[in-house]
């Protein structure tokens, strides 16, 4: 005579079993996250990139002849944000076969202070922005946006020599002196 | 005690334990490209670069003590606050009276970068 | 009595049954994990990257050590490109040379798509397919790949080019090489009195040591902004790079007395160098010929009126000459056309004008006449002289990668 119970056994072993696979699959299923595109930074990466290449390919001289000073350098020491707009725009937009692409930038440069309140401090002031940007200051702070720096070195500081970009620099100091430019880039 | 059909939950089981293993697998392939991208990002090369020339080309010989302090320092200050990096240019080291080693060093906390440019 | 010991009862197989249904309905549920990852488009973006820095930023390495991959003799010398690279050297990232351009998208006539690209700048186990394209302002736009699909990783990167220098020798440059009178005091009978002579040499000294070691501008602008590890970028490399020389006003060149009536041909073109400045025991430097190298004959460099003078000038005279009514002479030397020299020392080239003028109203005869002569002044040089030459420049350009 088969014990009766014995059967039974079988069965709830089957369900159990069949419920601890479905239990787990739905777990899997569930948490194995999608990732969207903006996740993966590699927008980021690319944008970054462009914005690199051509802040650096505005500050290479064009050619030896001449001073010899890169354009950046030129459109700074003139405080020249015209020019920048537009040259800066045209080499970030550049396509090969297509239109033209959509960045738009905004641009401070750092400099070490040499007089006033916040003489050996570093300061940062605005320079410019492209022409969609905001009115006031350019980075409204809704964007994404990715930062790039660029280095230069400047004749000198002194205001009434250049019309350089430098509010709080005092005359009179016409050294050679560094500088950074930053530029905030997002794509509109 | 008859436990001859301890099978089936075992089978369940060896299921379960294999679809998490093979969950947890997948899961790190989705993060691939994004690391790539990061590492890309978080390495330094334009700022290394960048300073680099900057200082090369204010360090050469012929150029004057005092702008070579002057944007020697300007660097290693904006860079500082600006970028969270340390900088420090030493002063340069004279090879059998033949050529100039520059002594460069960058660290940001993440990356250190040291190098000794030869000039001519 | 019934004797179920080789039979399976009712509730196993009830059992099993639920067990076979829930692990079908768990297998059919998994190729769901597989949806959100397909090995390959995940990385497509990174090799779109990293193939937009060897391009941009590497200048390629060839096995063969005295040869830049971009001057290998094809199709012989196809397989010593190691890895492919169109940065000028690798202090200059982002600036690109023409050559290494037009060498790279140069197919299939020297390199197959997809496999030679695929080994040499793609890598990587999988058979990716591309598209590569540069875009220079200016010049064109080159492109070697497949049609790009809808979905893709992608590079771009903003590059420079850098171009070749040129000379432009006009009116005011000849008349500092007229050979004038000189000697007017020797009274040893039958010497030569005037610049009046039916043969002039006229030299082009291309100075190799100047041009490679000193400083990129003449007169030296202020160094401070001369930047020491991009010298690749601005200076003229005589051995690689372009050198043409144009001279221009070529009928205003003869005296005013010929009145017109004047004859002017290139008899010969020498190529010569030297390698030493300072000759020994006295004597000056041994001057050696300059052989061209293997794959750059020296034929066709020279343009009269924009007009391509064929062949060789030694077999062709009759083709060279004849200036006397032309306006303007080029010649255009192509990289490695001097590639015989060596990077120390001067390069020379020499040009024998055969040139005579009619003289109406004193005799009635023809007579030699002045001409470029660099027999008594130093030759005419193609350095950094802002105001001579044309110095190498750069121009914009922006290179896309597309890898699917």
Same mark, same amino acid.
């Given at each position: 005579?088969?014990n009766?119970?014995?059967?039974?056994?079988?069965?709830?072993?089957?369900?159990?079993?069949a419920?601890?696979?479905?239990?787990?699959?739905?777990?899997?299923?569930?948490?194995?996250?999608?990732?969207?595109?903006?996740?993966?930074?590699?927008n980021?990466m690319?944008?970054?990139?462009?914005g690199?290449?051509a802040l650096?390919?505005?500050?290479?001289?064009?050619?030896m002849?001449?001073?010899g000073k890169?354009?950046?350098?030129?459109? !700074?020491?003139f405080?020249?944000?015209?020019?920048?707009?537009k040259?800066?725009?045209?080499?970030?937009?550049n396509?090969?076969?297509?239109?033209?692409?959509?960045?738009?930038?905004?641009?401070? !440069?750092s400099y070490?202070?040499?007089c006033?309140?916040?003489?050996?401090g570093?300061?940062?002031?605005?320079?410019?922005?492209?022409e969609r940007?905001?009115?006031?200051?350019?980075?409204?702070?809704?964007?994404?946006?990715v930062?790039v720096?660029?280095?230069?070195?400047?004749?000198?500081?002194n205001?009434t020599?250049?019309k350089?970009?430098?509010?709080e620099?005092c005359?009179?100091?016409s050294a050679k002196r560094?500088?950074?430019?930053?530029?905030?880039?997002?794509?509109? | 005690?008859?436990?001859?059909?301890?099978?089936?939950?075992?089978?369940?089981f060896?299921?379960?334990?294999?679809?998490?293993f093979?969950?947890v697998?997948?899961?790190?392939?989705?993060?691939?490209?994004?690391?790539?991208?990061e590492?890309?990002?978080?390495?330094?090369?334009?700022?290394?670069?960048?300073?680099?020339?900057?200082l090369?080309?204010?360090?050469?010989?012929w150029?004057?003590?005092?702008d070579q302090?002057?944007?020697?320092?300007?660097?290693?200050?904006i860079?500082l606050?600006?970028q969270?990096a340390v900088?420090r240019?030493?002063?340069p080291i004279?090879?059998?009276?033949?050529?100039?080693?520059?002594?460069i060093h960058?660290?940001n906390?993440?990356?250190e970068?040291n190098?000794?440019?030869?000039?001519p | 009595m019934?004797?179920?010991?080789?039979?399976?009862?009712?509730?196993?197989l009830v059992g099993f049954?639920?067990?076979?249904?829930?692990?079908?309905?768990?297998?059919?549920?998994? /190729?769901?994990?597989f949806?959100?990852?397909?090995?390959?488009?995940?990385?497509?973006?990174?090799?779109?990257?990293r193939t937009?820095?060897i391009?941009?930023e590497?200048?390629?390495?060839?096995?063969?050590?005295t040869?830049?991959?971009?001057?290998q003799?094809?199709p012989?010398?196809?397989?010593?490109?190691k890895?492919?690279?169109?940065?000028?050297?690798?202090?200059?990232?982002?600036?690109?040379?023409l050559?290494?351009?037009?060498?790279?998208?140069?197919?299939?006539?020297s390199?197959?798509?997809p496999?030679?690209?695929?080994?040499?700048?793609?890598?990587?186990?999988?058979?990716?397919?591309?598209?590569i394209?540069?875009?220079?302002?200016?010049?064109r736009?080159w492109s070697?790949?497949?049609?790009?699909p809808e979905n893709?990783?992608?590079?771009?990167?903003?590059?420079?080019?850098?171009?070749?220098s040129?000379a432009t020798f006009?009116?005011t440059?000849?008349?500092k090489?007229?050979?004038?009178?000189?000697?007017?005091?020797?009274?040893?009978?039958g010497?030569?009195l005037d610049?009046?002579?039916s043969?002039?040499?006229?030299?082009?000294e291309?100075?190799?040591?100047?041009?490679l070691?000193?400083?990129?501008?003449?007169p030296v602008?202020?160094p401070?902004?001369?930047?020491p590890?991009?010298?690749s970028?601005?200076?003229?490399?005589?051995r690689y790079?372009?050198?043409n020389i144009?001279?221009?006003d070529?009928d205003k060149?003869?005296?005013?007395?010929?009145?017109?009536?004047y004859?002017?041909?290139l008899?010969?073109?020498k190529?010569?160098?030297?390698t030493d400045?300072?000759?020994?025991?006295?004597?000056?430097?041994?001057?050696?010929?300059?052989? /061209?190298a293997a794959s750059? /004959?020296?034929?066709?460099?020279?343009?009269?009126?924009?007009?391509?003078?064929?062949?060789?000038?030694?077999?062709n005279v009759?083709?060279?000459t004849?200036?006397?009514?032309k306006?303007?002479?080029t010649?255009?030397?192509?990289p490695?056309?001097?590639?015989?020299?060596?990077?120390?020392?001067s390069?020379?080239?020499?040009?024998t004008?055969?040139?005579?003028?009619?003289?109406?109203?004193?005799?009635?005869?023809?007579?030699g006449?002045?001409y470029?002569?660099?027999t008594?002044v130093?030759?005419?040089?193609?350095?950094?002289?802002?105001t001579?030459?044309?110095?190498?420049y750069?121009?914009?350009?922006v290179?896309?990668?597309?890898?699917w």
């Open positions: 005579m088969v009766a119970e014995c059967g039974q056994l079988f069965t709830i072993e089957g369900i159990a079993a419920l601890i696979m479905l239990a787990t699959v739905f777990i899997v299923v569930n948490t194995t996250s999608v990732y969207t595109p903006g996740d993966t930074h590699v980021d690319q944008l970054e990139v462009i690199t290449d650096k390919m505005l500050n290479t001289p064009v050619s002849s001449g001073d890169s354009p950046l350098v030129r459109m !700074i020491e405080n020249d944000a015209d020019a920048f707009n040259s800066f725009s045209n080499i970030l937009n396509r090969t076969g297509a239109d033209p692409d959509t960045i738009q930038f905004s641009a401070d !440069i070490k202070s040499n006033g309140a916040t003489k050996n570093v300061n940062t002031t605005h320079f410019t922005h492209s940007a905001r009115p006031k200051g350019g980075l409204f702070g809704g964007e994404h946006a930062h720096s660029q280095w230069i070195i400047l004749d000198d500081y205001t020599t250049f350089n970009v430098f509010p620099q005359g009179s100091n560094a500088a950074l430019v930053e530029v905030y880039l997002w794509r509109d | 005690m008859n436990d001859t059909a301890q099978w089936i939950v075992l089978m369940g060896v299921v379960s334990f294999s679809l998490f093979l969950a697998i997948l899961n790190q392939s989705t993060v691939v490209g994004q690391t790539t991208a590492a890309v990002s978080e390495f330094p090369k334009e700022d290394i670069r960048g300073v680099r020339t900057a090369l080309q204010s360090n050469m010989y150029a004057s003590v005092n302090t002057n944007i020697r320092l300007d660097i290693e200050n860079s606050t600006r969270n900088i240019i030493y002063a004279s090879v059998n009276d033949t050529y100039w080693l520059y002594p960058y660290n906390g993440v990356t970068y190098e000794r440019w030869k000039f | 019934t004797d179920s010991n080789g039979n399976l009862s009712i509730d196993f049954t639920i067990f076979m249904i829930a692990f079908i309905w768990v297998a059919t549920l998994v /190729p769901n994990l949806l959100g990852v397909a090995s390959h488009d995940i990385d497509f973006d990174a090799v779109a990257y937009s820095v391009l941009a590497d200048p390629g390495t060839s096995a063969d050590e040869t830049p991959w971009e001057f003799q094809l012989s010398g196809k397989n010593n490109t890895r492919f690279g169109l940065a000028l050297s690798k202090d200059t990232p982002n600036i690109l040379s050559e290494k351009i037009n060498r790279f998208f140069d197919s299939p006539a390199y197959t798509y496999d030679d690209y695929r080994q040499k700048v793609i890598f990587g186990d999988y058979p990716y397919r591309f598209n394209s540069l875009n220079a302002t200016g010049i736009t070697v790949g497949d049609v790009k893709y990783g992608f590079a771009r990167r903003v590059v420079k080019i850098k171009r070749a040129n006009d009116l440059d000849k008349t090489f007229n050979l004038t009178n000189w000697d007017t005091k020797s009274t040893f009978p010497q030569i610049g009046n002579v043969f002039h040499k006229f030299t082009i291309i100075n190799n040591t100047q041009l070691n000193e400083n990129v501008t003449s602008t202020d401070n902004v001369t930047l590890n991009y010298r970028a601005y200076q003229i490399n005589p790079d372009w050198i144009t001279m221009i070529l060149y003869q005296p005013v007395w010929t009145a017109g009536n004859d002017v041909n008899t010969d073109i190529f010569e160098y030297i400045f300072t000759g020994k025991d006295g004597k000056p430097p041994a001057r050696f010929d300059l052989a /061209p750059v /004959p020296h034929t066709n460099f020279m343009y009269v009126d924009g007009e391509l003078q064929p062949g060789k000038f030694a077999d009759n083709n060279f004849h200036l006397q009514n306006q303007n002479v010649f255009s030397f192509a490695r056309f001097f590639y015989s020299a060596e990077d120390r020392g390069i020379y080239v020499t040009l004008f055969q040139t005579r003028g009619f003289t109406p109203e004193n005799s009635g005869e023809w007579k006449m002045h470029l002569n660099t008594s130093p030759p005419w040089r193609y350095n950094y002289n802002t001579e030459v044309t110095q190498p750069l121009t914009d350009g290179l896309e990668v597309a890898v």
